[in-house]
């Protein structure tokens, strides 16, 4: 399958809708905390380019990000590689959701209406605000906030016949709304249920863990819920804090939210911090958290999650990090993700993605030397 068949079937920079991506690393940091991101993702974010006549295959290289990758529904890239690729496709289109819709969304977007909304009281007041503030930009679709009895939905209703483009710019602002409403109450907002109108795709997306609710597909319109009290929370950033968070983002939204109570997020804590020495057996585990392993068992099956594919997921997202280190060998990137030898890890990390880690580490580090 070719690349454009792959992509049909599915100093710093202002970058995810206006968000500044900080792109460089030090050379100390050691990036295994982050989770990596599906190859679906990275296809979904391209139609808007590819839409406009651009080839798919240089910007993926100016990004880091192996072309090959996209055959392989398993592959995943780093949230670096992604940052990147926001930036690349945000300098070709011109546009803050990356030719997604018919209009593009003007540089300097998000900043503008983002100061408008931390300027409300309450987080009713200023989703709405922001709300209003997009209606003006948008003639895809346009975002609304509905409160029936003890439940609040936020919709994003179609103003023309939806496409692929359209769904992803649609669960794209989704996700947004959802960080942006997490960080203006300084917690994380609770969601009851999320609806997408796109049917459900063939590759898993990682949407339910990214919201963490139950996800409908093929849903009347692209929404959320949440409880309505939330809605008289009070907002709790200032300008000073958004200069702030504009500077960090969009790792702020991707991380600093994330549930850390959950079961599997404590393992995989647990499990980064093992990561170069044999990373310890289910009982292991379940004696650092003070629980049986029956207990732990039954809680990571609540929570959709299984202990081998936990390890699997940990060291996957740690090698992909790492293998743009070009500090680090083959080898040492082996042993920090806790192999013993590089055959070993050589199967494994094929096994995850569908490249070899040394064809892609090569074109990691080509599009680093070229920036």
Request: aromatic residues 8%.
């Amino acid at each position: 399958m070719s690349v454009v068949q792959a992509i049909c079937g599915c100093g710093r920079e202002r970058g995810i809708m206006g968000f500044v991506v900080a792109d460089k690393r030090s050379a100390e940091s050691v990036s295994t905390a982050t989770h990596t991101i599906p190859i679906v993702q990275v296809r979904s974010i391209l139609q808007g380019a590819l839409h406009q006549g651009y080839a798919p295959e240089p910007l993926l290289r100016r990004a880091g990000i192996s072309p090959g990758l996209l055959d392989s529904s398993r592959s995943r890239v780093s949230q670096h590689q992604y940052a990147r690729l926001i930036r690349v496709l945000r300098r070709v289109t011109r546009d803050e959701l990356w030719g997604l819709c018919e209009r593009p969304l003007p540089l300097g977007s998000f900043a503008l209406g983002t100061g408008l909304m931390v300027r409300s009281q309450t987080l009713g007041e200023a989703l709405r605000t922001g709300f209003h503030f997009y209606h003006l930009l948008l003639d895809d679709f346009v975002m609304r906030l509905v409160r029936q009895g003890d439940t609040a939905y936020v919709r994003l209703l179609d103003q023309r016949p939806p496409d692929p483009r359209q769904d992803y710019a649609k669960r794209t602002a989704l996700f947004f709304t959802f960080g942006l409403a997490s960080w203006l109450v300084e917690r994380r907002l609770p969601v009851n249920r999320v609806c997408l109108s796109a049917p459900e795709p063939p590759e898993y997306t990682e949407t339910t863990r990214l919201f963490q609710a139950p996800v409908a597909y093929g849903a009347d319109y692209t929404g959320l819920s949440f409880d309505a009290l939330w809605l008289y929370h009070p907002i709790r950033q200032d300008e000073q804090s958004l200069a702030r968070f504009l500077r960090r983002a969009p790792t702020n939204l991707l991380v600093k939210y994330r549930d850390e109570g959950r079961i599997t997020e404590r393992i995989r804590r647990y499990l980064r911090r093992h990561m170069a020495m044999r990373l310890p057996s289910l009982e292991e585990v379940a004696e650092e958290l003070r629980m049986t392993p029956q207990t732990l068992r039954r809680r990571l099956r609540e929570e959709g999650e299984g202990y081998q594919t936990l390890k699997d997921e940990v060291r996957r997202d740690a090698a992909v990090d790492l293998l743009g280190r070009p500090d680090l060998s083959l080898m040492e990137i082996a042993n920090r993700t806790g192999f013993s030898e590089p055959s070993t890890f050589h199967r494994a990390f094929k096994k995850w993605t569908g490249l070899a880690p040394g064809e892609y580490r090569q074109t990691v580090l080509e599009s680093l030397e070229n920036q």
